[in-house]
Nanobody
Framework: QVQLVESGGGLVQPGGSLRLSCAAS?????????MGWYRQAPGKQRELLAV???????NYADSVKGRFTISRDNAKNTVSLQMNSLKPEDTAVYYC?????????WGQGTQVTVSS
């Protein structure tokens, strides 16, 4: 059974940093066609932030380009999202998603709150 579990969320001040991790079980992380990070703020649609292919290529939404970095650790079987220069508008629940074949696997989400 494939499961994704996010961790690392919390409360951070504007301008601060957080590192989110998504741990995979049931499959090696590099077996996923793509791994991505999304977020959903209250009253808004879920938004794609960053995606990494199995080959290691990464793409970012304009809203986070230059501030967020997606990375993969094959040994730990995790995908991470390093978030710098956080803004109050980055407050949301953050999810990771893995695409394996024709199936999408989602984690349960982790709350990130940016506030002074």
């Amino acid at each position: 059974q494939v499961q994704l579990v996010e961790s690392g969320g919390g409360l951070v001040q504007p301008g601060g940093s957080l590192r989110l991790s998504c741990a995979a079980s049931g499959r090696r992380i590099f077996a996923f066609y793509t791994m991505g990070w999304y977020r959903q703020a209250p009253g808004k649609q879920r938004e794609l932030l960053a995606v990494m292919t199995s080959g290691g290529s990464a793409n970012y939404a304009d809203s986070v380009k230059g501030r967020f970095t997606i990375s993969r650790d094959n040994a730990k079987n995790t995908v991470s999202l390093q978030m710098n220069s956080l803004k109050p508008e980055d407050t949301a629940v953050y999810y990771c998603k893995g695409v394996l074949g024709r199936l999408d696997y989602w984690g349960q989400g982790t709350q990130v709150t940016v506030s002074s």
